[in-house]
Protein backbone atom coordinates (compact mmCIF):
# COMPACT_ATOMS: atom_id res chain seq x y z
CA UNK A 1 0.00 0.00 0.00
CA UNK A 2 1.20 3.39 -0.63
CA UNK A 3 2.20 5.65 3.07
CA UNK A 4 -0.34 8.14 3.64
CA UNK A 5 2.06 10.89 3.98
CA UNK A 6 3.41 9.74 0.15
CA UNK A 7 2.53 11.93 -2.71
CA UNK A 8 1.86 10.56 -6.53
CA UNK A 9 4.37 11.24 -8.67
CA UNK A 10 3.69 14.08 -11.45
CA UNK A 11 2.96 12.50 -14.84
CA UNK A 12 6.23 13.71 -17.25
CA UNK A 13 4.67 12.28 -20.53
CA UNK A 14 4.51 14.16 -23.69
CA UNK A 15 0.73 15.44 -24.51
CA UNK A 16 1.14 14.61 -27.82
CA UNK A 17 1.56 10.81 -26.84
CA UNK A 18 -1.72 11.25 -24.59
CA UNK A 19 -3.27 11.89 -28.10
CA UNK A 20 -1.85 9.19 -30.03
CA UNK A 21 -2.37 6.40 -27.66
CA UNK A 22 -6.17 7.96 -27.33
CA UNK A 23 -6.45 8.42 -31.62
CA UNK A 24 -5.63 4.63 -32.00
CA UNK A 25 -7.64 3.17 -29.71
CA UNK A 26 -10.87 5.28 -31.36
CA UNK A 27 -10.00 4.56 -34.35
CA UNK A 28 -8.61 0.99 -33.98
CA UNK A 29 -5.11 1.16 -35.98
CA UNK A 30 -2.11 3.13 -35.98
CA UNK A 31 -2.68 3.61 -39.88
CA UNK A 32 -6.05 5.88 -39.17
CA UNK A 33 -4.31 7.31 -35.95
CA UNK A 34 -1.94 8.69 -38.20
CA UNK A 35 -4.32 10.08 -40.82
CA UNK A 36 -6.44 11.64 -38.09
CA UNK A 37 -3.55 13.22 -36.37
CA UNK A 38 -1.13 13.79 -39.36
CA UNK A 39 1.50 12.04 -39.15
CA UNK A 40 3.65 8.62 -39.65
CA UNK A 41 2.40 5.33 -38.92
CA UNK A 42 5.87 4.69 -37.58
CA UNK A 43 5.56 8.12 -35.35
CA UNK A 44 2.21 7.30 -33.47
CA UNK A 45 4.04 3.99 -32.76
CA UNK A 46 6.71 5.56 -31.39
CA UNK A 47 4.67 7.86 -29.24
CA UNK A 48 2.39 5.09 -28.08
CA UNK A 49 5.28 3.07 -26.90
CA UNK A 50 6.95 5.88 -25.42
CA UNK A 51 3.31 6.64 -22.85
CA UNK A 52 4.05 3.16 -21.96
CA UNK A 53 7.19 3.51 -20.64
CA UNK A 54 6.29 6.67 -18.81
CA UNK A 55 3.18 5.06 -17.77
CA UNK A 56 5.01 1.65 -16.27
CA UNK A 57 2.92 -0.64 -17.94
CA UNK A 58 1.93 -2.01 -21.40
CA UNK A 59 -1.21 -0.73 -23.38
CA UNK A 60 -1.38 -2.66 -26.78
CA UNK A 61 -0.41 -5.83 -28.19
CA UNK A 62 0.87 -5.21 -31.36
CA UNK A 63 -0.13 -7.53 -34.48
CA UNK A 64 0.57 -7.61 -38.25
CA UNK A 65 -3.01 -6.37 -39.28
CA UNK A 66 -4.31 -5.49 -36.06
CA UNK A 67 -4.00 -4.23 -32.29
CA UNK A 68 -5.49 -5.57 -29.24
CA UNK A 69 -6.07 -3.66 -25.97
CA UNK A 70 -4.16 -5.10 -22.74
CA UNK A 71 -6.60 -5.26 -19.36
CA UNK A 72 -6.70 -1.75 -18.28
CA UNK A 73 -6.02 0.21 -21.94
CA UNK A 74 -9.88 0.99 -22.38
CA UNK A 75 -10.44 2.34 -18.96
CA UNK A 76 -6.78 4.51 -19.23
CA UNK A 77 -7.96 5.74 -22.79
CA UNK A 78 -11.79 6.35 -21.36
CA UNK A 79 -10.02 8.54 -18.43
CA UNK A 80 -7.23 10.45 -20.75
CA UNK A 81 -10.16 11.36 -23.20
CA UNK A 82 -12.18 13.47 -20.73
CA UNK A 83 -8.58 14.69 -19.11
CA UNK A 84 -7.89 16.15 -23.09
CA UNK A 85 -11.56 17.37 -23.54
CA UNK A 86 -11.20 19.56 -19.99
CA UNK A 87 -7.85 20.27 -20.98
CA UNK A 88 -9.34 21.96 -24.34
CA UNK A 89 -12.54 23.44 -22.85
CA UNK A 90 -9.57 25.20 -19.71
CA UNK A 91 -7.69 26.66 -22.90
CA UNK A 92 -10.72 27.68 -24.62
CA UNK A 93 -11.48 29.42 -21.35
CA UNK A 94 -8.20 30.96 -21.31
CA UNK A 95 -8.53 32.05 -24.85
CA UNK A 96 -11.30 34.30 -23.97
CA UNK A 97 -15.18 34.95 -24.64
CA UNK A 98 -13.99 35.26 -28.20
CA UNK A 99 -13.25 31.53 -28.13
CA UNK A 100 -15.06 29.73 -30.56
CA UNK A 101 -17.28 26.94 -29.43
CA UNK A 102 -15.97 23.42 -29.61
CA UNK A 103 -17.08 21.00 -31.99
CA UNK A 104 -19.92 18.46 -30.60
CA UNK A 105 -18.76 15.01 -31.32
CA UNK A 106 -22.59 13.83 -31.58
CA UNK A 107 -23.54 9.92 -32.15
CA UNK A 108 -26.86 8.38 -32.39
CA UNK A 109 -28.54 4.82 -34.18
CA UNK A 110 -28.00 5.19 -38.06
CA UNK A 111 -31.82 5.30 -38.63
CA UNK A 112 -32.95 6.97 -35.63
CA UNK A 113 -30.27 9.67 -36.49
CA UNK A 114 -31.72 10.30 -39.77
CA UNK A 115 -35.73 9.91 -39.27
CA UNK A 116 -34.88 12.19 -36.04
CA UNK A 117 -31.35 13.61 -34.96
CA UNK A 118 -30.08 15.00 -38.21
CA UNK A 119 -32.92 16.97 -38.50
CA UNK A 120 -32.72 18.16 -34.81
CA UNK A 121 -29.11 19.42 -35.47
CA UNK A 122 -29.44 20.83 -38.78
CA UNK A 123 -32.53 23.00 -36.66
CA UNK A 124 -30.21 23.96 -34.07
CA UNK A 125 -27.40 25.01 -36.31
CA UNK A 126 -29.90 26.99 -38.19
CA UNK A 127 -30.84 28.78 -34.91
CA UNK A 128 -27.27 28.84 -33.67
CA UNK A 129 -24.48 30.23 -35.74
CA UNK A 130 -21.99 29.38 -32.77
CA UNK A 131 -22.58 25.65 -33.18
CA UNK A 132 -20.44 23.00 -34.69
CA UNK A 133 -21.01 18.98 -35.07
CA UNK A 134 -19.42 16.05 -36.10
CA UNK A 135 -22.37 13.48 -36.30
CA UNK A 136 -21.71 9.62 -35.90
CA UNK A 137 -24.23 7.06 -37.10
CA UNK A 138 -23.35 3.70 -36.02
CA UNK A 139 -25.22 0.40 -35.41
CA UNK A 140 -23.24 0.13 -32.57
CA UNK A 141 -23.15 1.98 -29.07
CA UNK A 142 -20.34 4.32 -28.94
CA UNK A 143 -18.45 4.99 -25.53
CA UNK A 144 -18.80 8.67 -24.78
CA UNK A 145 -15.27 9.01 -23.29
CA UNK A 146 -13.47 6.20 -25.21
CA UNK A 147 -15.42 7.14 -28.17
CA UNK A 148 -14.20 10.24 -28.41
CA UNK A 149 -18.41 11.38 -28.32
CA UNK A 150 -19.22 14.31 -26.26
CA UNK A 151 -23.19 13.29 -26.64
CA UNK A 152 -25.37 10.39 -27.76
CA UNK A 153 -29.13 10.27 -28.45
CA UNK A 154 -29.92 6.97 -27.46
CA UNK A 155 -33.63 4.79 -28.04
CA UNK A 156 -34.33 2.97 -24.83
CA UNK A 157 -37.39 2.13 -23.05
CA UNK A 158 -35.35 3.03 -19.72
CA UNK A 159 -31.91 3.53 -19.21
CA UNK A 160 -29.28 2.02 -16.95
CA UNK A 161 -28.18 4.10 -14.19
CA UNK A 162 -24.75 5.49 -14.62
CA UNK A 163 -22.56 8.19 -14.24
CA UNK A 164 -23.78 9.92 -17.38
CA UNK A 165 -26.10 13.16 -17.60
CA UNK A 166 -29.83 11.78 -19.21
CA UNK A 167 -32.48 13.71 -20.34
CA UNK A 168 -35.23 11.93 -21.85
CA UNK A 169 -36.89 14.08 -25.20
CA UNK A 170 -39.91 12.65 -25.84
CA UNK A 171 -41.75 9.11 -26.36
CA UNK A 172 -41.71 7.43 -29.61
CA UNK A 173 -45.26 6.33 -30.35
CA UNK A 174 -45.28 2.20 -31.82
CA UNK A 175 -47.91 1.43 -33.69
CA UNK A 176 -48.08 -1.83 -35.08
CA UNK A 177 -47.02 -2.82 -38.80
CA UNK A 178 -47.10 -5.51 -41.22
CA UNK A 179 -45.45 -6.30 -44.84
CA UNK A 180 -48.55 -6.35 -47.43
CA UNK A 181 -46.96 -10.06 -48.62
CA UNK A 182 -47.33 -11.09 -44.83
CA UNK A 183 -50.80 -10.17 -44.48
CA UNK A 184 -51.31 -11.66 -48.07
CA UNK A 185 -50.11 -14.72 -46.61
CA UNK A 186 -51.40 -14.54 -43.14
CA UNK A 187 -54.21 -12.69 -43.11
CA UNK A 188 -55.12 -9.26 -40.90
CA UNK A 189 -55.54 -9.46 -37.20
CA UNK A 190 -58.63 -7.36 -36.81
CA UNK A 191 -58.72 -7.75 -32.69
CA UNK A 192 -55.49 -7.95 -30.58
CA UNK A 193 -56.39 -11.22 -29.77
CA UNK A 194 -55.91 -12.37 -33.01
CA UNK A 195 -51.92 -11.55 -32.72
CA UNK A 196 -51.40 -14.89 -30.81
CA UNK A 197 -51.87 -17.17 -33.98
CA UNK A 198 -49.69 -14.68 -35.85
CA UNK A 199 -45.43 -14.54 -35.90
CA UNK A 200 -44.85 -11.47 -34.06
CA UNK A 201 -41.65 -9.75 -33.73
CA UNK A 202 -40.44 -8.28 -30.08
CA UNK A 203 -37.98 -5.50 -28.62
CA UNK A 204 -36.10 -7.25 -25.26
CA UNK A 205 -36.87 -8.02 -22.80
CA UNK A 206 -39.26 -10.25 -24.73
CA UNK A 207 -41.77 -11.78 -21.80
CA UNK A 208 -43.57 -13.82 -23.98
CA UNK A 209 -46.56 -11.20 -24.54
CA UNK A 210 -47.47 -8.06 -26.42
CA UNK A 211 -48.76 -4.88 -24.28
CA UNK A 212 -50.97 -2.51 -26.23
CA UNK A 213 -52.85 0.56 -25.67
CA UNK A 214 -55.62 2.61 -27.51
CA UNK A 215 -53.81 5.04 -29.59
CA UNK A 216 -56.05 7.85 -28.52
CA UNK A 217 -58.43 8.05 -25.41
CA UNK A 218 -59.58 5.97 -22.76
CA UNK A 219 -59.75 1.93 -23.12
CA UNK A 220 -58.39 -1.23 -20.98
CA UNK A 221 -54.59 -2.19 -22.06
CA UNK A 222 -54.81 -5.30 -24.36
CA UNK A 223 -52.01 -8.04 -23.38
CA UNK A 224 -51.68 -10.73 -25.56
CA UNK A 225 -49.97 -13.99 -25.06
CA UNK A 226 -47.06 -14.45 -27.93
CA UNK A 227 -44.63 -16.91 -29.00
CA UNK A 228 -41.92 -14.26 -30.78
CA UNK A 229 -40.33 -15.02 -33.55
CA UNK A 230 -37.65 -12.93 -33.12
CA UNK A 231 -36.44 -10.61 -30.89
CA UNK A 232 -34.47 -7.77 -32.14
CA UNK A 233 -33.50 -4.68 -31.77
CA UNK A 234 -35.75 -1.91 -33.50
CA UNK A 235 -33.83 -1.15 -36.72
CA UNK A 236 -33.58 -5.19 -37.12
CA UNK A 237 -37.35 -5.48 -36.26
CA UNK A 238 -38.35 -2.93 -39.01
CA UNK A 239 -35.90 -4.68 -41.61
CA UNK A 240 -37.41 -7.93 -40.79
CA UNK A 241 -41.06 -6.85 -41.00
CA UNK A 242 -40.43 -5.14 -44.32
CA UNK A 243 -39.33 -8.42 -45.62
CA UNK A 244 -42.55 -10.31 -44.29
CA UNK A 245 -41.28 -12.07 -41.18
CA UNK A 246 -44.21 -10.98 -39.01
CA UNK A 247 -45.94 -8.31 -37.09
CA UNK A 248 -43.69 -5.89 -35.46
CA UNK A 249 -44.23 -2.03 -33.35
CA UNK A 250 -42.01 0.20 -34.95
CA UNK A 251 -41.89 3.76 -33.92
CA UNK A 252 -43.46 5.86 -36.28
CA UNK A 253 -40.19 7.82 -37.78
CA UNK A 254 -38.88 4.88 -38.23
CA UNK A 255 -41.65 3.06 -40.46
CA UNK A 256 -42.66 6.43 -42.37
CA UNK A 257 -40.45 5.93 -45.27
CA UNK A 258 -41.72 2.17 -45.96
CA UNK A 259 -44.85 3.10 -45.06
CA UNK A 260 -45.36 5.96 -47.51
CA UNK A 261 -43.68 3.55 -50.26
CA UNK A 262 -45.95 0.88 -49.67
CA UNK A 263 -43.77 -1.64 -48.18
CA UNK A 264 -45.25 -1.45 -44.92
CA UNK A 265 -48.97 -1.45 -43.46
CA UNK A 266 -50.70 -0.16 -40.72
CA UNK A 267 -52.39 -2.91 -38.07
CA UNK A 268 -55.07 -2.77 -35.69
CA UNK A 269 -54.47 0.95 -35.80
CA UNK A 270 -56.22 1.86 -33.07
CA UNK A 271 -53.95 0.25 -30.81
CA UNK A 272 -50.28 1.08 -30.05
CA UNK A 273 -47.37 -0.24 -27.76
CA UNK A 274 -48.23 0.38 -24.09
CA UNK A 275 -44.35 0.33 -23.45
CA UNK A 276 -43.02 2.49 -25.85
CA UNK A 277 -39.21 3.53 -26.08
CA UNK A 278 -38.14 7.13 -25.09
CA UNK A 279 -35.85 9.14 -26.91
CA UNK A 280 -33.07 10.20 -24.80
CA UNK A 281 -30.12 13.10 -24.95
CA UNK A 282 -26.65 11.73 -22.52
CA UNK A 283 -24.12 13.12 -22.14
CA UNK A 284 -20.29 13.23 -19.76
CA UNK A 285 -20.89 15.79 -16.74
CA UNK A 286 -18.83 18.61 -17.82
CA UNK A 287 -17.26 21.68 -16.05
CA UNK A 288 -20.08 24.37 -15.69
CA UNK A 289 -17.94 27.34 -16.95
CA UNK A 290 -16.12 25.14 -20.18
CA UNK A 291 -17.75 26.09 -23.32
CA UNK A 292 -18.11 22.54 -24.16
CA UNK A 293 -20.87 22.54 -21.36
CA UNK A 294 -22.51 25.63 -22.66
CA UNK A 295 -22.32 23.79 -26.44
CA UNK A 296 -23.95 21.01 -24.81
CA UNK A 297 -27.11 22.68 -22.42
CA UNK A 298 -27.49 24.87 -25.68
CA UNK A 299 -28.33 21.68 -27.46
CA UNK A 300 -30.52 20.36 -25.11
CA UNK A 301 -32.20 22.76 -24.24
CA UNK A 302 -33.12 23.21 -28.05
CA UNK A 303 -33.61 19.82 -28.36
CA UNK A 304 -36.18 19.54 -25.51
CA UNK A 305 -38.43 22.59 -27.09
CA UNK A 306 -37.77 20.79 -30.16
CA UNK A 307 -39.26 18.09 -29.32
CA UNK A 308 -41.51 19.17 -26.74
CA UNK A 309 -41.00 16.44 -24.15
CA UNK A 310 -44.12 14.96 -25.53
CA UNK A 311 -44.84 12.27 -27.64
CA UNK A 312 -43.31 12.06 -31.05
CA UNK A 313 -45.11 10.13 -33.88
Not at 109 to 115: F, R, T, V
Not at 171 to 197: D, I, K, N, T
Amino acid sequence: MRPENSERAPFDGDLADVRAFCAVVRSGSFTAAGRALGERKTQVSRRVARLERALGLPLLRRHARSIELEARAEEIASRLEAALAALDDALDVRAGAAAPWPTLRVTAPADLGAALVAPLLGAWMAATPEARVTLLLSERVEPLAAGGVDCAFRLARRLRDSSLVAHRLAELVAPLFASPAYLAAHGVPRRPEHLASHGVLLLPPARGRLVLRPRRGPGERAVVSVAPRAVADVASLAQMCEAGAGIAAIPTELAAAAQRAGRLVGVLDRFILHEAAGLYLVHRREPPASPRAKALATLKAFAVRHFGGAGVG
